[in-house]
């Protein structure tokens, strides 16, 4: 089993819709959970960071987590066509510092 | 989050060859990470790299492949040596800043293709 799993897509979205990206993990002691972003040709870039069961909000960008059901999602809404990209799941496993990633989900979004 | 500069950018490399990217922090770190990335893949860490101390390994790699210096708290080294085309990666090198919670950001990363 992976630690760090995501569906690689793509997920193919509309101009304008919410597009939503899953994640989960193996690791019930993990804290701390990030989603990057990789454009094509880029290094990853942070989008959010989360720690706490619920949501948090940064613009268009909603992180959920879910500790019991080891569940961590990210919602894009009003999705651009500069969205496209793909977007990697993080997490930081009890007694580590470094990060444990997933494999990435590719997003377009068509204009 | 600060400035991370990596050299090389990008580089071609003949099989059997060794090459040293270097990471430049703009401000003071204890933990840096070294990452690699091959085509249409995600990230695997190589190592943790401390200052003061030898480079922890990740499970599959070795410090006679990729031996790791980090002299001070604002630069690393990271050597790929005896070069294969399985190399050809993105190597990335990745901070951790801590203030109200602990955040890791990367580098621009080399990228290197091995002939």
């Known amino acids: 089993q992976k630690e760090v799993e995501q569906n690689s897509g793509p997920l193919s979205v509309p101009e304008g819709a919410i597009a939503s990206l899953n994640c989960t993990y193996s690791?019930?002691?993990?804290?701390?959970f990030f989603w990057y972003r990789q454009y094509s040709g880029k290094s990853p870039e942070l989008i959010m960071s989360i720690y706490s069961n619920g949501d948090k909000e940064d613009g268009r960008f909603t992180a959920q987590l879910n500790k019991a059901s080891q569940y961590v999602s990210l919602l894009i809404r009003d999705s651009q066509p500069s969205d496209s990209a793909t977007y990697l799941c993080?997490?930081?496993?009890?007694?580590?510092?470094?990060?444990?990633f997933g494999s990435g989900t590719r997003l377009q979004v068509q204009p | 989050s600060a400035v991370i500069s990596q050299k090389p950018s990008r580089d071609i490399c003949q099989r059997g060859t060794s090459l040293t990217i270097q990471c430049q922090v703009d401000?003071?770190?204890?933990?840096m990470f070294w990452y690699r990335q091959q085509p249409g893949q995600s990230l695997t860490l190589i190592a943790t790299a401390n200052q003061g101390s030898e480079a922890t390994y990740e499970s599959g790699f070795v410090i006679d492949k990729f031996p790791i210096s980090r002299p001070n708290l604002t630069f690393s080294t990271l050597t790929v040596s005896n070069m294969s085309p399985e190399d050809s990666s993105i190597y990335l090198c990745?901070?951790?800043?801590?203030?109200?919670?602990?955040?890791?950001?990367f580098g621009e990363g080399s990228w290197l293709t091995v002939v």
């Open positions: 690791d019930r002691g993990s804290q701390s």
């Open positions: 993080a997490v930081r496993n009890t007694g580590r510092r470094a990060l444990t």
């Open positions: 990745s901070v951790e800043f801590t203030g109200a919670a602990a955040t890791i950001y």
């Open positions: 401000s003071q770190v204890t933990m």
